[in-house]
C-alpha cells in the first residue's frame, strides 16, 4: 500500500518561509508528483508538479515563491514556500502518479496524503 505523509506545515506570519516534506513510502524517482492544496471553503488547486523527467510546473499565483524538488535517495518530496501570503491558508497535500510530464490536474494522480495545514496570518 502506498504511503504518503506530509509534514512541516503550521503557522506562519506573512512574508514568512515554510518548507512542507512528503515522505513516500515508494519511489519518487521517474514518478510524477504534486503539491496541492484546498484553501478554506474552496476546491482543491493544484500548486507545483514535478515531472518524471525532473521538469516542474506551477500554479501562476506561486510562480517565483514556492519550490518543488525531490530527493531521491529519501523518497522525500518537498515544497518550498517563501514570501508566504494570507491566500497560501490551506490544507496542502503530497500527490504521487506513475510516468509523465508534470501536471496539476487532480485526475492524474492515483496517490494522496492525508493532507497537513499551512495558515499564514497577515
Known amino acids: 500500500q502506498v504511503q504518503l505523509v506530509e509534514s512541516g506545515g503550521g503557522s506562519v506570519q506573512a512574508g514568512g518561509s515554510l518548507t512542507l516534506s512528503c515522505a513516500s513510502s515508494?519511489?519518487?524517482?521517474?514518478?510524477?508528483m504534486g503539491w496541492f492544496r484546498q484553501p478554506p471553503e474552496k476546491n482543491r488547486e493544484g500548486v507545483a508538479s514535478?515531472?518524471?523527467?525532473?521538469?516542474?510546473i506551477y500554479q501562476d499565483a506561486v510562480k517565483g515563491r514556492f519550490t518543488i524538488s525531490g530527493e531521491d535517495d529519501k523518497n522525500t518530496l518537498y515544497l518550498h514556500m517563501t514570501a508566504l501570503k494570507p491566500e497560501d491558508t490551506a490544507l496542502y497535500y503530497c500527490?504521487?502518479?506513475?510516468?509523465?510530464?508534470?501536471?496539476?490536474?487532480?485526475?492524474?494522480?492515483?496517490?494522496w496524503g492525508q493532507g497537513i495545514q499551512v495558515t499564514v496570518s497577515s
Open positions: 500527490a504521487a502518479s506513475g510516468l509523465g510530464p508534470p501536471t496539476l490536474s487532480s485526475e492524474r494522480y492515483g496517490f
Open positions: 515508494i519511489p519518487i524517482s521517474r514518478r510524477r
Open positions: 514535478l515531472g518524471a523527467d525532473g521538469s516542474t
